[in-house]
């Protein structure tokens, strides 16, 4: 708003109107969303998407997995994001714990059916 110089209420206004035409969508914590022509969202969870890190890459148990900001940088998300989605991961046992200046590595490979 401060950068286009217009008040709150203009840009309410202006994407009420995209969403009238498709272009963008509310998200979540009163946010929105510019939706892309022809683009796929993953709408799943964010640790559902980094446990399938593990199976698309073919990692095996003791393998090293990638780090927090190489996973945000990746999944377009903030690294405190991953490192929730990535405490999930460690408390039902598929990553061991990463800390400061530790690599997290791969504990336990999910199957599908952990992962739904």
């Known amino acids: 708003m401060s950068d286009h110089e217009v008040s709150r209420g203009v840009?309410?206004?202006a994407f009420a109107v995209l969403r009238q035409e498709g272009v963008a969508q509310p998200a979540p914590g009163g946010r929105w969303r510019v939706v892309r022509a022809g683009a796929q969202v993953d709408r799943r969870p964010l640790e559902e998407r980094i446990a399938d890190?593990?199976?698309?890459?073919?990692?095996?148990?003791?393998?090293?997995?990638?780090s927090a900001a190489a996973l945000a940088e990746r999944f377009g998300v903030s690294r405190p994001t991953v490192a929730k989605a990535l405490a999930k991961l460690e408390a039902a046992g598929v990553l061991t714990g990463g800390g400061q200046g530790k690599t997290r590595t791969v504990r336990a490979v999910p199957t599908r059916e952990e992962r739904s």
């Open 11 to 13: 840009v309410l206004r």
């Open 53 to 66: 890190i593990i199976a698309a890459e073919g990692l095996d148990v003791g393998q090293r997995f990638p």
